[in-house]
């Protein structure tokens, strides 16, 4: 538990980084506008159908069209340094991806076939995060095709942890535990998966829907294990054993308390 919760919080961390970078250190200057539907800039480029001929989507993300131009480099900036640190993060959510899996205990085979979709959607992310270099140096390509591969791998990199997860006898935390936690991981790979096969009609909402879910999902991860340690801190109650203690209350005798303070007794 101790390496799953490192690799969770250290994703944790990462992605407030990556959040703080684009809000913050190198703001992105316009208003989140965006026809996929999508509220960040970064996934919005990500989605991006431009080529030499047609490019609007890169436009309104680094021109901030339809609501005015003025601060394309501004715009670059904030894109490219989000782009940069994706670098680091991919390392390091594909390595929680396989600790998580490990953890399961599952089926080897389908273990493996699920930390397989998990590097292969860390590659496509270097192949999206290449695409995304080239648009900003303003060469015009399509950076949609290898990023909905790399959603889709992660879809189905989540629905396979899910699945794990709902079958595992309790292997990561309790049994009713594991099994929420695989509810959380089938829905936000189910609404990724939905956003990448519907959005070019109806938008990509679900995959920054599905997206959330998975965040809380991994947030849960990396605090368990420190709430589990602060409270094994604190003083725990140590049961005494009294004879006759139902008896004895019923004839109003007095017992003294049936339990006492102890040292780091569990409760």
């Not at 309790?170 to 959005?199: E, F, N, P």
């Amino acid at each position: 538990m101790k390496k799953l919760g490192t690799a969770a919080l250290l994703t944790v961390l990462w992605s407030v980084l990556m959040l703080a970078t684009l809000t913050t250190f190198v703001p992105y200057p316009y208003e989140h506008h965006f026809h996929q539907d999508v509220n960040s800039p970064i996934l919005a480029i990500e989605l991006a159908y431009a080529n030499s001929a047609h490019h609007s989507d890169v436009d309104q993300v680094l021109n901030g069209l339809p609501q005015g131009q003025g601060s394309y480099a501004r715009a670059v900036r904030a894109v490219g340094a989000n782009t940069i640190l994706d670098l680091v993060f991919i390392v390091i959510y594909v390595w929680y991806f396989l600790v998580l899996t490990r953890s399961t205990s599952g089926n080897s085979r389908f273990l493996k076939a699920v930390a397989t979709m998990a590097i292969l959607a860390g590659l496509f992310d270097y192949v999206e995060d290449g695409f995304i270099f080239a648009v900003l140096s303003g060469v015009y390509i399509p950076v949609v095709i290898p990023s909905l591969i790399k959603w889709s791998l992660f879809a189905v990199t989540l629905l396979g942890i899910g699945i794990l997860l709902a079958r595992s006898s309790g292997a990561v935390y309790s049994l009713a535990s594991d099994r929420l936690l695989g509810v959380g991981h089938l829905m936000a790979g189910a609404l990724i998966l939905v956003g990448v096969i519907t959005g070019w009609h109806y938008g990509y909402s679900a995959i920054e829907a599905g997206s959330a879910i998975f965040a809380i999902t991994v947030l849960w991860n990396a605090v368990y294990p420190i709430a589990t340690w602060f409270f094994g801190l604190l003083p725990g109650n140590l049961v005494v054993y009294v004879d006759d203690f139902c008896q004895r209350r019923k004839r109003g005798e007095v017992t003294g308390p049936a339990v006492q303070r102890g040292g780091n007794a569990r409760r």
